[in-house]
């Protein structure tokens, strides 16, 4: 059973940092390309980052260029999203989803085949 678990949201002021994190279980983690998907409230669920799965090739929406970075750890399975100067329209729920291709380019929900649960960003200002 393939499992995502995302942590390290929370409240923090606009200017902030915040680092996600997701632990993945159950599948090959180094066979995936990794995601970080985002939804406010009343919107659609956006994405936000993509990395390939040897961490060499990374993509940004460009809402957060410059102020998101995107790692990888394969021994450990798990993901990481380094969120910086965070802005109020940050605020959002944020999930982790894995991908067996990588897209060089935005990527759409139905490229994922695995999801996290979530967890929520809010940033004040």
């Known amino acids: 059973q393939v499992q995502l678990v995302e942590s390290g949201g929370g409240l923090v002021q606009a200017g902030g940092s915040l680092r996600l994190s997701c632990a993945a279980s159950g599948l090959l983690f180094s066979s995936y390309a990794m995601g970080w998907f985002r939804q406010a409230p009343g919107k659609e669920r956006e994405f936000v980052v993509v990395?390939?799965?040897?961490?060499?090739?990374?993509y940004f929406v460009d809402s957060v260029k410059g102020r998101f970075t995107i790692s990888r750890d394969n021994a450990k399975n798990t993901v990481f999203l380094q969120m910086n100067n965070l802005k109020p329209e940050d605020t959002a729920v944020y999930y982790c989803?894995?991908?067996?291709?990588?897209?060089?380019?935005?990527?759409?929900?139905?490229?994922?085949?695995?999801w996290g649960q979530g967890t929520q960003v809010t940033v004040s200002s």
């Open positions: 989803a894995g991908s067996p291709y990588y897209r060089d380019g935005a990527s759409a929900r139905s490229d994922f085949a695995y």
């Open positions: 990395i390939s799965r040897s961490g060499g090739a990374t």
